[in-house]
């Protein structure tokens, strides 16, 4: 059974702000449903591969490296978003869209 892998950018956590650069993951989808421990209630797998998570510098060389190995994958391209630069100034213009909350 052949594992098939995914490659993406993680997107940044809440505590994040930033604009620096992030790398790009390969991870492989789960192969198998989890299984229900009778006893604890735990959940578990077999699959192990599902643990693995490499990282790479660029998209290219995760899919170099997938290629090599003969690991099927997908790639998410990511979805970057805009920033909206405005002044602090621009609270309180006279002509400002939003009400006042004072």
Known sequence: MTAFARIYK???NA????TARRRWLLQFESGRAREIDPLMGWTSSADTRQQLRLWFDT???AIEYATREGI???VEEPHESRRRIISYSDN???NRVGA???
């Open 10 to 12: 993680p997107a940044r």
């Open 15 to 18: 505590m994040q702000s930033g």
């Open 59 to 61: 998209k290219e060389e």
């Open 72 to 74: 099927p994958f997908r």
């Open 92 to 94: 309180f213009k006279f």
């Open 100 to 102: 006042w909350t004072h």
